[in-house]
């Protein structure tokens, strides 16, 4: 009997931590293991708003493919996905072609732009490495370029972020924290610079306490953050953004635009003939597509709603890391001939946002909050704890964030 052929495509949270936990379930001789990935190493999404603010370094948020599988065992292909097959049971790659008995989807998010006109033209998104390192670039760029212009422009000292979710609140924090950095590395007088959130919602971090919010946003004012809430963005331009509030708009002059307020599943999902909504497919309770016994979609292209509150549960880390998990077990389970599929329970072990390096917002253990310091050094024993489940004591030792003071 031939070795059934299981395709895991993306090596985000999902895509990585379902392929990891395989090669731990499976035999040599159960299956073949192919991982399909653009690039060579696995990165740190929740780690990018550092990167943007030129607070860490690129390096450390990624991980190279090779020191969290082996190639013995698994199969890695790095290449683009193009399109998917159900019906065929076929996976179209840039170079080639692939063909799956089971298939596990993990391609991760796209920006989601809400129509506004010029935001893909002239905003920077925090989505990958290469995107964030952009940003990190420009915001530099800008600040080197001020004093050297015969005339004072405001616009290369102004960043604008869309957004107060989790990704802008935290790029929020890590940027108001570089900015007294850049300011006397070129010689650039602080109060000359302007950090402005804009926020369409009635509030930032939505969903979240309004005793941490407050706190968030009282910090974050401290370091000279301007909140613009219940304020739409209209149009991004070249020179700047068109904001909008009470049916008045203003011009506010700016060259940093980062756009941090929303995200829609892989497109390539959402045009390879499965039952979607915003390009995410609405996962069975073992995760599996309505439709294919055969398809397993995690991370952000899986909508799997909450039974207690009746939405979809956010995608975060958290949720993909253990939908990868179920899945790594379920594959074991049908490999072996056994359709008893085991349902996803969430286990929410709570929601840490970072204001900078040592200062955070998060509630755990269900209703405890946390503020300031100690939540900070929770949000790395977080991100430590990821370390060591994806790669062990080595990788953790390599990557891991082991100053948590600081």
């Not at 190639?71 to 179209?92: A, K, Y």
């Amino acid at each position: 009997m031939s070795r059934p052929n299981i395709v895991v495509l993306g090596a985000g949270y999902g895509g990585i931590m379902t392929t990891v936990r395989l090669q731990k379930e499976l035999k040599a001789n159960d299956a073949n293991i192919t991982l399909v990935n653009k690039n060579d190493y696995h990165y740190q999404t929740t780690w990018l708003h550092e990167i943007s603010a030129g607070t860490l370094h690129h390096d450390r948020a990624r991980i190279p493919i090779g020191d969290l599988i082996d190639f013995n065992r698994v199969n890695f292909i790095q290449d683009t996905v193009l399109s998917i097959d159900p019906e065929g049971q076929r996976v179209q790659l840039e170079e080639g072609e692939l063909t799956y008995d089971y298939l596990v989807i993990g391609l991760g998010f796209e920006t989601a732009t809400f129509g506004i006109e010029g935001l893909l033209e002239h905003a920077h998104s925090i989505t990958n490495i290469n995107s964030s390192r952009l940003i990190r670039e420009e915001i530099e760029s800008n600040f080197a370029k001020y004093n050297n212009e015969p005339e004072e422009r405001d616009d290369l000292l102004t960043i604008v972020v869309g957004g107060a979710g989790f990704t802008g609140i935290e790029f929020l924090g890590e940027i108001a924290n570089r900015v007294p950095e850049l300011c006397e590395e070129y010689d650039i007088p602080r109060e000359k610079v302007r950090i402005i959130n804009v926020e369409a919602g009635p509030t930032a971090l939505a969903g979240f306490d309004p005793e941490l919010v407050e706190y968030a946003m009282n910090r974050l004012e401290e370091k000279g953050v301007e909140f613009r809430i219940s304020t739409m963005i209209k149009k991004v331009t070249e020179d700047g953004i068109v904001v909008e509030k009470d049916d008045e708009q203003e011009m506010i002059p700016s060259r940093n635009v980062v756009w941090a307020a929303g995200v829609t599943g892989n497109s390539i999902v959402g045009e390879s003939g499965f039952e979607v909504n915003r390009n995410k497919v609405p996962v069975r309770e073992d995760l599996r597509a309505p439709e294919y016994d055969n398809v397993f979609v995690v991370g952000d292209c899986a909508v799997l709603m909450n039974p207690e509150t009746e939405r979809p549960y956010p995608p975060t880390a958290q949720i993909a890391i253990q939908m990868a998990e179920l899945t790594a077990r379920n594959l074991k389970q049908v490999v072996h001939g056994n359709n008893e599929l085991e349902p996803f329970e969430f286990d929410n072990k709570g929601t840490v946002a970072s204001l900078g390096n040592t200062d955070a917002i998060g509630v755990i253990f269900g209703d405890r909050k946390l503020f300031g310091r100690s939540a900070s050094i929770m949000k790395k024993v977080i991100d430590n704890r990821y370390l060591l489940k994806l790669g062990g004591v080595g990788l953790f030792l390599k990557k891991g964030k082991l100053d948590m003071y600081h």
